[in-house]
């Protein structure tokens, strides 16, 4: 499904690309307030490990750059994702899109 390829490439673009991970970590330190840090790491926590910080900074960004973020248990956080496009932009990078395709079945 693309909605999970979308979100695994949010990844692959996090470890792969320098200054895609940069901004995102800029973002993360420079722009929530320690109360809007916690309540994100709150959502994540049933899912993941709340200690492991990188961990909790990667799935935020996964969730919320992914295609169809909005249908998602994070969509009250979409409200950032224009400024850490910006980030991205600022950095030259592109966030990778996944094409929408139908399932195919016989």
């Known amino acids: ?3 999970v390829i ?3 490439m ?5 470890f792969l690309q320098p200054e895609f991970k940069a901004a995102i970590r800029e973002f993360w330190v420079n ?3 320690i109360n809007e840090r916690q309540d994100i790491t709150n959502r994540l926590a049933p ?3 709340r200690n492991n910080a990188d961990l909790i900074v990667n799935e935020f960004q996964a969730y919320l750059l992914m295609n169809d973020a909005q249908r998602l248990f994070m969509s009250d956080f979409l ?6 496009e910006n980030y991205l932009n600022s950095r030259g990078v592109s ?3 996944v094409q929408e395709f ?3 079945r016989n």
């Open 1 to 3: 499904h693309s909605l």
């Open 6 to 8: 979308s979100h695994e």
């Open 10 to 14: 949010c990844h692959d673009q996090y």
């Open 31 to 33: 722009d929530l307030k």
């Open 47 to 49: 899912l993941y490990d």
């Open 79 to 84: 409200k950032y994702r224009p400024t850490i």
């Open 95 to 97: 966030l990778v899109k």
């Open 102 to 104: 139908s399932d195919v």
